[in-house]
């Protein structure tokens, strides 16, 4: 819609533009359509392969948006506030249909339509920017076409809606550069708030992009701010009404990372990471572009352009998602691979504004080079790409948890099942498909009836799970350890893959 309208506008001041605004377009039509197809193709091969939820966050990304509705307390508490609102409250909807919610359908079409409309969007842009159809049209198939990213959008995971609203910002921001007004900046505005609600490497990349327009203008960038600061004080204010506390900070892991403290050993996994996602040539790649934007911004500099310095800068905004993870490891949160996905974006949207300073002949020829060698050394669709092999990590789990399953199903009579979402939310969707509803289970998010039954469990239900091996263990397996009393006239029933079936056992009864 902002195209359409940027093409009336400029056809009435330079008719000569409409040409070029249409060929804009037409690109960004026609990357975004390649990326759907290429995209539908390879979520069809996972789902094929059994993948689609083999990741046990898609699965807790799918319970999150369901107990929306399908609960002991539904409610808009459910949305919790650890994880960010907005993937969720789009799938809560869509989710609620059985089978959307078994195989997780709903999130991975959520998945492929931002990203294919972000590759869209960053097809157009870079069009605009460098005047070359050909890199316009093989950074974005970059982009797609590693197997990591061909994975994650063919899932409910949240990394995909991460690089399609990044995308779609960073260009917004382009535009709002050019043409600050009221309706640009509101347009803009929207585009950080969403993705100051989707993960958190979105609020480093909306704090650079921030930070980018008050080199322009500050009072302009202070209004700009406006939206994702309403976005964090939406967000504060729904942790505080969900659990209590205004920002949840602990909890989420246990501290074992090397690289604990150790702010060199961080940065060096996270470029480690890009290596291992992409290949070292895409850090280089990235590194390259990044030169030739530093570059462009002195050359603007010189002729005191701000507008140019903040659109030389503007493509490595994107590589602010790697704080995250460097904080993250400096904190000693397990590496995982996953939390630099968002560099296999950023590194060839920078790299571009390299290739775009070749002599213009040669445009075509190295484009094709870059999508050659990224093909080359990640090729599409290989099953031992780093994210599939995380992606995998729990299987070995889940299948020796299928004793507990069969265990459940055989003696299960209808009543609560307590469990920690926290820990176990990934198999209360798996056990989806023999029969249980998420208002089946007792959890955190049932706020005071969870309350009561930590105190005392007996008066409030019969079975519980408790994961006893992951992490160390749950809120439950914690709470046993330092209160013997807690599982009290409960036995063991069934365990398998580190978790444990308890049934309480009535007075006079065997076990």
Request: charged fraction near 10%; aromatic fraction near 8%; hydrophobic fraction near 50%.
């Amino acid at each position: 819609l902002q195209w359409h309208t940027h093409v009336h506008a400029t056809a009435v001041d330079n008719p000569t533009s409409i040409a070029e605004a249409g060929t804009t377009l037409r690109i960004s039509r026609l990357v975004t359509l390649l990326a759907a197809l290429a995209g539908v193709a390879a979520a069809l091969y996972y789902a094929h392969l059994d993948l689609t939820l083999s990741h046990y966050d898609a699965r807790g990304h799918l319970v999150v948006a369901r107990r929306t509705m399908d609960g002991l307390t539904p409610g808009w508490r459910q949305i919790g506030a650890v994880w960010l609102p907005l993937p969720h409250l789009l799938n809560a909807l869509p989710v609620q249909w059985d089978w959307s919610y078994r195989t997780g359908w709903s999130g991975a079409a959520l998945s492929i339509g931002f990203l294919s409309a972000g590759l869209g969007t960053l097809g157009g842009w870079l069009w605009r920017s460098t005047s070359s159809w050909a890199i316009a049209v093989a950074i974005p198939m970059v982009i797609l076409l590693n197997p990591n990213v061909l994975y994650l959008q063919s899932t409910p995971m949240t990394e995909p809606l991460l690089f399609g609203l990044s995308l779609a910002a960073a260009v917004s921001m382009d535009r709002w550069l050019q043409h600050p007004d009221s309706r640009q900046t509101m347009c803009t505005g929207m585009l950080l708030a969403a993705l100051m609600l989707t993960r958190y490497e979105g609020w480093c990349i909306t704090g650079a992009l921030v930070g980018l327009a008050a080199v322009v203008s500050v009072p302009r960038a202070l209004r700009l701010a406006l939206y994702p600061a309403a976005a964090v004080i939406a967000f504060l204010l729904l942790s505080r009404g969900s659990t209590g506390v205004w920002f949840v900070t602990s909890g989420f892991f246990e501290a074992n990372n090397p690289a604990l403290g150790d702010p060199g050993l961080a940065l060096r996994q996270v470029s480690d990471g890009l290596d291992e996602l992409g290949g070292a040539w895409l850090r280089w790649f990235g590194l390259v572009g990044a030169i030739c934007c530093v570059v462009a911004a002195g050359q603007s500099a010189f002729i005191r352009s701000r507008v140019g310095v903040a659109q030389a800068l503007l493509p490595m905004t994107l590589a602010a998602a790697a704080i995250l993870p460097a904080y993250a490891f400096f904190s000693g949160h397990p590496l995982r691979i996953r939390y630099m996905t968002a560099l296999i974006v950023a590194a060839p949207v920078i790299g571009a504004f390299a290739l775009a300073r070749l002599p213009r002949r040669l445009h075509i020829a190295a484009a094709a080079a870059v999508l050659v060698v990224a093909v080359w050394v990640a090729p599409p669709l290989d099953e031992a790409a780093p994210m599939v092999r995380e992606a995998q990590r729990e299987r070995p789990a889940s299948d020796a948890r299928q004793a507990v399953t069969t265990a459940l199903v055989r003696v299960w009579d209808g009543s609560p099942i307590m469990a920690s979402m926290g820990s176990l939310g990934h198999y209360m969707q798996q056990l989806s498909s023999h029969g249980f509803a998420l208002r089946h289970f007792l959890h955190e998010g049932n706020g005071d009836l969870w309350t009561a039954a930590l105190a005392a469990p007996r008066p409030f239900v019969k079975w519980m799970l408790i994961e006893e091996s992951a992490e160390g263990g749950d809120t439950l397996a914690a709470l046993a350890r330092v209160n013997p009393a807690f599982l009290a006239g409960f036995t063991r029933a069934a365990h398998g893959g580190g978790v444990v079936l308890y049934v309480r056992t009535e007075p006079g009864s065997r076990p």
